[in-house]
Each structure stands twice: as C-alpha cells, then as structure tokens.
C-alpha cells in the first residue's frame, strides 16, 4: 500500500580520511604564504579572529562543494567577504561561551554554598564573599 521510501533516500557514505585534516593545508604549493596571512590575522584584535572564522568556513564549504580540489588561498583581498562570513560564528561561540562561563559559576556557587552549609566556621564564609 505505501511505497517504501527507505530505497529511494539511500545516503552515499564516504569514507572518513582522518589524516587528510592535517595533511590539506601542504597541498598547494605557497602553502607557507597561507599559514604566514592566516597567523598575521591574529594580530589584528577581534576582527582578525573573525576574519579567520570565515577562512575557516570558507575551506569547509570547499570541501564540500569541490572534494577533490585543494584547500582555498587566503587572500587578504577577500577580507570583507571573510569578515562578513565569519560574524555569525564569532557571535554563535561568543554565546556560547558567555553561557557555559555562567554554567560553570552557578555550579561553583552551588558546591561552594554547600561546603558552607557543612562547615561552622567563618572563613569559609569569608572566602565565598571574596569569590563573588
């Protein structure tokens, strides 16, 4: 009666090659111009490390796209459009950073306030007052 739509929807598996994620970046031959602008990025506060955000996705998508072409050059002429494309994921691990930072604080408040409620003696007190 209902058709089976498990034959239709197969998935092609690729085979994973670990060692290719480290081994890409020497393919192309000025491989060492790209490591040099990639750490150059850093200097630049903040921005670079969006900037370089959206290198790194800008590889990914390739890799996805074209999988049998080496990795993009990064190209300082493309740096609005890496800027542009590395917001987001600056924005989404800031986020996310933020909101395992204060994970991390309330847990700490917790078991801090709880050695507190075992412990009679000031100073524990006294060092929870100064943690905060």
Request: proline fraction near 3%; charged fraction near 15%; include cysteine.
């Amino acid at each position: 009666m209902y058709g089976d739509t498990r034959s239709e929807s197969i998935a092609i598996r690729r085979k994973t090659h670990y060692m290719y994620s480290y081994t890409h970046v020497f393919e192309r031959d000025d491989w060492f111009v790209n490591l040099i602008l990639g750490s150059l990025c850093f200097f630049i506060p903040i921005i670079g490390h969006v900037v370089f955000m959206g290198y790194q996705y800008q590889v990914v998508e390739g890799f996805i796209r074209r999988p049998n072409e080496k990795m993009s050059k990064f190209d300082f002429n493309q740096f609005t459009e890496m800027l542009t494309r590395g917001v987001y994921p600056f924005v989404v691990s800031l986020v996310l950073q933020f909101l395992m930072v204060l994970v991390l604080f309330i847990i700490i408040f917790v078991l801090m306030a709880i050695r507190v409620m075992f412990d009679l003696g000031e100073q524990p007190l006294v060092m929870m007052l100064v943690t905060i």
